[in-house]
C-alpha cells in the first residue's frame, strides 16, 4: 500500500508535466485521439460528478484519477491544425484571461474578507472555467476554429491550477493562516 502512496504521489506531484506532455503528442501526432473526441462530454461529465459541489486541495490530489489528462490530449488533437495558426495570441489572451481570474478570484474574496481556504475555491472556480464544454460546444454548433481558445484554455488552465494548488498544498497550513482565518 506505501509503494502505491508514494506512486500516486509522485503522479499527483508532475500533473502539470502529464498535462504538457500528453498535449504536446496530441499536438504533434493528432491522428490517434481524433476519435476519442465523441466521449468529451461524457468524460467532463464524470468529472464534474466526481467534484461534486465542495472542493478542497485534498480532492485536486485525486485529479489524476479523473480522465482530465485524456481530455485535454483529445481537445489538442482535435485541434492541432488550427492551433498552429492562431497559437500566440490566443496563448496570450487565455494566459490573461487565466491570470486575472485566479488573482482576482482569491484577491477579491480575501478584501471581502472570506478565510483563505474560502478564496482559494474561489480562486480556481473563478480562474479555471469548463473549456472542455466550451470546445464541445463550439465543434458541435460553430465553426471548428472557434474551439481554439477552448483547446488552448483546456491545456493552460489544467497547468497553472496544478501549479497553485501544488503551490498552496506545498505551504505550511500554519504559516498561510492569517488572524482574520481563525474563528473564535
Given at each position: 500500500?506505501?509503494?502505491?502512496?508514494?506512486?500516486?504521489?509522485?503522479?499527483?506531484?508532475?500533473?502539470?508535466?502529464?498535462?504538457?506532455?500528453?498535449?504536446?503528442?496530441?499536438?504533434?501526432?493528432?491522428?490517434?485521439?481524433?476519435?476519442?473526441?465523441?466521449?468529451?462530454?461524457?468524460?467532463?461529465?464524470?468529472?464534474?460528478?466526481?467534484?461534486?459541489?465542495?472542493?478542497?486541495?485534498?480532492?485536486?490530489?485525486?485529479?489524476?484519477?479523473?480522465?482530465?489528462?485524456?481530455?485535454?490530449?483529445?481537445?489538442?488533437?482535435?485541434?492541432?491544425?488550427?492551433?498552429?495558426?492562431?497559437?500566440?495570441?490566443?496563448?496570450?489572451?487565455?494566459?490573461?484571461?487565466?491570470?486575472?481570474?485566479?488573482?482576482?478570484?482569491?484577491?477579491?474574496?480575501?478584501?471581502?474578507?472570506?478565510?483563505h481556504k474560502k478564496a482559494k475555491a474561489l480562486a480556481f472556480e473563478i480562474g479555471m472555467e469548463n473549456s472542455g464544454l466550451a470546445v464541445a460546444l463550439a465543434v458541435a454548433?460553430?465553426?471548428?476554429?472557434?474551439?481554439?481558445?477552448?483547446?488552448?484554455?483546456?491545456?493552460?488552465?489544467?497547468?497553472?491550477?496544478?501549479?497553485?494548488?501544488?503551490?498552496?498544498?506545498?505551504?505550511?497550513?500554519?504559516?498561510?493562516?492569517?488572524?482574520?482565518?481563525?474563528?473564535?
Amino acid at each position: 500500500m506505501e509503494k502505491l502512496e508514494r506512486a500516486a504521489q509522485f503522479i499527483t506531484k508532475l500533473f502539470p508535466v502529464w498535462v504538457i506532455v500528453f498535449a504536446a503528442v496530441a499536438f504533434f501526432s493528432p491522428n490517434p485521439f481524433k476519435p476519442f473526441g465523441t466521449y468529451i462530454p461524457y468524460l467532463l461529465g464524470l468529472i464534474m460528478l466526481g467534484m461534486g459541489l465542495t472542493m478542497s486541495l485534498d480532492d485536486f490530489k485525486l485529479v489524476f484519477t479523473r480522465p482530465i489528462i485524456a481530455i485535454i490530449t483529445i481537445v489538442v488533437a482535435l485541434s492541432a491544425a488550427k492551433l498552429a495558426t492562431v497559437a500566440a495570441i490566443g496563448f496570450i489572451a487565455v494566459a490573461m484571461h487565466n491570470g486575472i481570474g485566479l488573482g482576482m478570484g482569491y484577491g477579491a474574496s480575501r478584501t471581502l474578507g472570506l478565510t483563505h481556504k474560502k478564496a482559494k475555491a474561489l480562486a480556481f472556480e473563478i480562474g479555471m472555467e469548463n473549456s472542455g464544454l466550451a470546445v464541445a460546444l463550439a465543434v458541435a454548433h460553430l465553426d471548428p476554429i472557434a474551439a481554439i481558445p477552448g483547446a488552448i484554455f483546456s491545456v493552460w488552465h489544467n497547468f497553472t491550477g496544478s501549479l497553485l494548488a501544488g503551490y498552496w498544498g506545498s505551504k505550511d497550513s500554519d504559516e498561510m493562516i492569517s488572524p482574520n482565518d481563525v474563528k473564535a
